[in-house]
């Protein structure tokens, strides 16, 4: 009975691990686009500004 328990709070952990790795990785992958897409608009706006003030 215990082993049966141990091996269900492994299989457990395990997947809870892998699944928490995972999210970070979309978490990262989702802020640098979302940066970049930010950088790319806030470079878009000040090149709009500078070229009507001339």
């Not at 699944?19 to 878009?44: M, W």
């Amino acid at each position: 009975m215990a082993s049966f328990v141990l091996q269900i709070v492994a299989a457990v952990g395990i997947v809870g691990y892998l699944s928490f790795r995972n999210g970070e990785r979309v978490v990262e992958e989702f802020a640098q686009k979302l940066i970049a897409k930010t950088g790319k608009r806030v470079e878009e706006k000040l090149t709009a500004v500078v070229e009507n003030t001339h």
